[in-house]
C-alpha cells in the first residue's frame, strides 16, 4: 500500500511539475502569439473603420504595461464588471502609471487601452479588436511603442505606452540648465 501511495504521490508530483513548465512555456507562447498578430498588422497598414492607417512600427513587450493590465483583467473578473475605469475610480493611465510605466524624465508620454469580453482565443480577441474603429486606431496609433496584455477568466486588457526620450543633445541641454521642463 505504501508503494502505491508513494508512486501516486510521485506521479502527482510529476504531473504539477509538467504542469507548471508548460504554463511558463504558454506564457512566452502568449505573449510571442499577441506580439506577432499585432505586428503583422502594423508592419500592413489597415482600414480602422473608414480611414486609411498607414504601417507603423512594431510593438515590442513591456512587463509594466502587462502588470497593469493584469491587476485590470483580474479585478474585472473578480468584481464582475465591464469598464477602462476601475470599481475604486482609477482610470486606465492612473493604473498604468501605478504600475511602473513612468512618464518623469520622458519628452512625450502617451498611453492606451483596449478591453474586452468573452473571447476565447488570441486571435479571436484580436480579430474583434481590428474590427473595432476605436480598438484599431489604439492597435494601429504609431505613438504606441510598447504594449502588455492579460486575459483572466475571458476579460482581456491590453494596455499601451509609448514614450519618447530626449535627444542626448536635449539631454545636455537639460544638464546645462538651457532647457527648462515644464510639466503639466
Known sequence: MKKYLLGILFCACITALSSFIWQGNDYASFKNDFLTLINKKRATGCNCGNKWYPPAPPLVWNNQLEDAAIGHAKDMAGKNYFSHDSKDGRSMSTRIVQA?????????????????????????????????????????????????VAEKNHFWVQDFGGRVAFSPEQQQMIKEGKFKLIQH
Open 100 to 148: 511602473g510605466y513612468e512618464f518623469k524624465g520622458w519628452k512625450s508620454f502617451t498611453t492606451g487601452e483596449n478591453i474586452a469580453f468573452g473571447q476565447q482565443t488570441i486571435e479571436e480577441v484580436q480579430a474583434g479588436w481590428f474590427k473595432s474603429e476605436g480598438h484599431c486606431r489604439n492597435l494601429m496609433n504609431p505613438a504606441f511603442k510598447e504594449v502588455g
